[in-house]
Antibody, heavy 119, light 107 residues
Framework: EVQLVESGGGLVQPGGSLRLSCAAS????????MDWVRQAPGKGLEWVGR??????????EYAASVKGRFTISRDDSRNSLYLQMNSLKTEDTAVYYC??????????WGQGTLVTVSS | DIQLTQSPPFLSASVGDRVTITCRAS??????LAWYQQKPGKAPKLLIY???TLQSGVPSRFSGSGSGTEFTLTINSLQPEDFATYYC?????????FGGGTKVEIK
């Protein structure tokens, strides 16, 4: 069974940093691109970014709203995905989901982890 | 960036109704479109990919159509478990974008 479990969310002050993790199981993690998607409270979905697999040099893409502040990485040996978030703003408050790509589409999502940026 | 406009934003319907949701892209995206269903407090669930391909395990009352800039998600014979919010997403070019969502409520 495919499972994606996010962790690392919490309360952080504006300007602070946080690192989210996503533990994957039930599939060959290294074979898949992975995305982060977020959802502010009561709002719609926002794509955050993507990391490709080793054969694509682990290259990344980011939304303009997070580019230069957020970094996506992965450790295939640990079946884990990461989102390093720096210079956090109040508007980054959201539930953050990790998501598995199959072909060009997200077919599995984690349950999400809440990040609250507030003083 | 490619903007996706979903309509209507809210929809009130009864069990057994046929429901159609539209997603319009600000520029052509071929068939690089997915539809997701999200229930409160839950992660989204993939329903349709490549505009019209039903994801494995999704009931056949769900269908998708369209290409280019106009797409539709149709739910035939709405069931109680279908009351949720539906999102489209384009995967044609970066940054990937979602529509604003359509909340399907019980009439």
């Amino acid at each position: 069974e495919v499972q994606l479990v996010e962790s690392g969310g919490g309360l952080v002050q504006p300007g602070g940093s946080l690192r989210l993790s996503c533990a994957a199981s039930g599939f060959t993690f290294s074979d898949h691109y992975m995305d982060w998607v977020r959802q502010a409270p009561g709002k719609g979905l926002e794509w955050v970014g993507r990391i490709r697999k080793k054969t694509n040099s682990y290259t990344t893409e980011y939304a303009a709203s997070v580019k230069g502040r957020f970094t996506i990485s992965r450790d295939d040996s640990r079946n884990s995905l990461y989102l390093q978030m720096n210079s956090l703003k109040t508007e980054d408050t959201a539930v953050y989901y990790c998501a598995r790509l199959s072909g060009n589409y997200v077919d599995y999502w984690g349950q999400g982890t809440l990040v609250t940026v507030s003083s | 960036d490619i903007q996706l406009t979903q309509s209507p934003p809210f929809l009130s319907a009864s069990v057994g109704d046929r429901v159609t949701i539209t997603c319009r892209a600000s520029q052509g995206i071929s068939s690089y479109l997915a539809w997701y269903q999200q229930k409160p407090g839950k992660a989204p669930k993939l329903l349709i990919y490549a505009a019209s391909t039903l994801q494995s395990g999704v009931p056949s009352r769900f269908s998708g159509s369209g290409s280019g800039t106009e797409f539709t998600l149709t739910i035939n014979s709405l069931q109680p478990e279908d009351f949720a919010t539906y999102y489209c997403q384009q995967l044609s070019s970066y940054p990937l974008t979602f529509g604003g969502g359509t909340k399907v409520e019980i009439k």
